[in-house]
């Protein structure tokens, strides 16, 4: 079982910056593929960002050049810097975490980042 806690979200003017950070704890032996998620009201989950646990970056196409994910994997850890916030980035985020070698995908609980005009 994997435990996933996010961090770092609020509320910030557009233009400004925060930096989210998700956690893994419990019983794995390694973590593989890990992501950032956000889903905004009345919306479906949409893909933010992922990062292999060898550092290949993935980004959707309404953040790229603004956002930037990174891990450490000594840590089970991964981030995601938020730069040059817009109101629709306003959403609640969400990480997620493969387990090697089980291939189980686990979920955070969701951090809100809300981003005023």
């Known amino acids: 079982q994997v435990h996933l806690v996010e961090s770092g979200g609020g509320l910030v003017q557009a233009g400004g910056s925060l930096r989210l950070s998700c956690s893994a704890s419990g019983t794995f032996f390694r973590l593989n593929d890990m992501g950032w998620y956000r889903q905004a009201p009345g919306k479906q989950r949409e893909l933010v960002a992922t990062?292999?646990?060898?550092?290949?970056?993935n980004y959707a196409d309404s953040v790229k050049d603004r956002f930037t994910i990174s891990r450490d994997n000594a840590k089970n850890t991964v981030y995601l810097q938020m730069n040059s916030l817009k109101p629709e980035d306003t959403a609640v985020y969400f990480c997620?975490?493969?387990?090697?070698?089980?291939?189980?995908?686990?979920w955070g609980q969701g951090t809100q980042v809300t981003v005023s005009s």
């Open positions: 990062i292999t646990r060898g550092g290949t970056r």
């Open positions: 997620n975490a493969q387990t090697i070698p089980q291939l189980i995908t686990y």
